[in-house]
């Protein structure tokens, strides 16, 4: 059968290796910009600032987890009277959001340094929140210009947000391959990025200073981002976002609690997609062995351990699903320990 698809590669710069940071000067002035508003999170800011030198005019590092609109508010008034006219963010998915929220406003370029494995850095897509509520919009005006993977940012990033920040990596790629509109370069790119993530995330929470471990992760959590940008993102997402906007729950960890139960749900409507998951896994069964990855690094299990009280479910669609979330049920569908759980205990042993 004839699959018809559409596929637009995304026109964001991306520069990536070890010690790139080095670099930020240069892609600032290559974007034509010469008064930088930096946002960053104290732990980073001196060392991006120090590579941007004069080029810095203002920094800001108020930024929220779901880009809170007072945040922003706040933000775009020190880009004002700054006079920037780019902005630079170095941080997780939360600073590149409020990034992203001052360019769809103001129309600067922005040059992002990410920190975590979230990926919104290369994705058109922007979710604010305002009295609770999580809207999501997707702009070219939103993506940004310059992406700098410097692999030494994400050294120190801990081993808890590092597994619930891969999750979230491995959530974009395995919501790819059910896409509607997914295409062959996508369906590529997110199963080479499900290998990748597994494969190097036991390795770097038995060692998180393995430089070789998180560079395959930064990739791989790229090749994971880049998916979102050609295809919409599918339940996981949906509900990701509903319950994060709503109850202000943790987003990494909200990924990671709720992708086994929504890949376990999805195992029916769509067997192949799952099928391909597993392939990319190494096991027979894709969402039993997520799971297990998560429990065996120490990861969430369970929107009961996120402080969710059980009632606040009530009403959202599927039912079945939150259930099994809340209360960490692991999907049953695999032997209990998979091939991959006991390959990642073994490179604990080691
Ligand atoms: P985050 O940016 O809030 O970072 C999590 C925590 O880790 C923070 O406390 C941060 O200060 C800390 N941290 C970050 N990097 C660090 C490092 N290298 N070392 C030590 N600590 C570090 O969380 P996140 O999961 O990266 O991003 C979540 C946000 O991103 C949410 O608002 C979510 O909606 C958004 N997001 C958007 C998209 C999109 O395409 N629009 C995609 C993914 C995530």
């Not at 360019?103 to 897509?125: D, K």
């Not at 919009?137 to 947000?161: A, G, K, N, Q, W």
């Not at 200073?209 to 959590?221: N, Q």
């Not at 190494?282 to 369970?302: E, I, K, Q, R």
């Amino acid at each position: 059968m004839t699959r018809g698809f559409v596929h637009s590669p995304s026109p964001t710069r991306v520069v990536f290796g070890a010690g790139t940071v080095a670099s930020v000067a240069e892609e600032v002035r290559r974007l034509g910009g010469s008064r930088v508003l930096l946002l960053a999170r104290p732990r980073h800011a001196e060392r991006v600032a120090a590579a941007l030198g004069e080029l810095v005019v203002a920094q800001f590092d108020g930024a929220r987890m779901h880009t809170p609109v007072e945040v922003t508010a706040q933000a775009l008034d020190v880009l004002k009277s700054a006079a920037a006219d780019c902005v630079v963010a170095v941080g997780g998915g939360s600073t590149t959001g409020l990034a992203k929220a001052l360019a769809v406003r103001t129309g600067v370029p922005q040059v992002i340094l990410p920190t975590t494995y979230a990926g919104s850095e290369v994705t058109p897509v922007l979710g604010e929140t305002e009295n609770g509520r999580k809207t999501t919009r997707r702009s070219p005006d939103i993506l940004p210009e310059t992406v700098i993977y410097d692999v030494d940012l994400t050294l120190d990033l801990p081993v808890p947000t590092t597994v619930t920040s891969a999750v979230n990596a491995l959530a974009h790629a395995v919501e790819a391959l059910y896409a509607p509109e997914a295409n062959p370069v996508v369906d590529a790119v997110a199963v080479q990025a499900i290998r990748g993530i597994a494969r190097s995330l036991p390795l770097v929470a038995a060692n998180p200073s393995d430089v070789d471990a998180r560079s395959e992760l930064l990739e791989s959590a790229w090749l994971a981002g880049t998916c979102m940008t050609s295809v919409s993102m599918g339940l996981h997402h949906k509900l990701c976002h509903q319950l994060g906007g709503q109850f202000d729950l943790p987003h990494a960890e909200t990924h990671t609690v709720m992708l086994p139960q929504v890949m376990a749900y999805k195992e029916k409507e769509a067997p192949e997609a799952l099928a391909r998951v597993a392939e990319a896994l190494d096991v027979p069964d894709a969402a039993s062995a997520v799971y297990d990855l998560v429990h065996s690094l120490g990861g969430p299990t369970s929107l009961r351990e996120l402080g969710l009280p059980e009632s606040s479910l009530d009403g959202i669609e599927p039912a079945s699903v939150l259930r099994a979330a809340w209360a960490g049920t692991r999907p049953e569908g695999a032997p209990d320990l998979s091939a991959l759980t006991a390959q990642v205990i073994g490179s604990f042993d080691e």
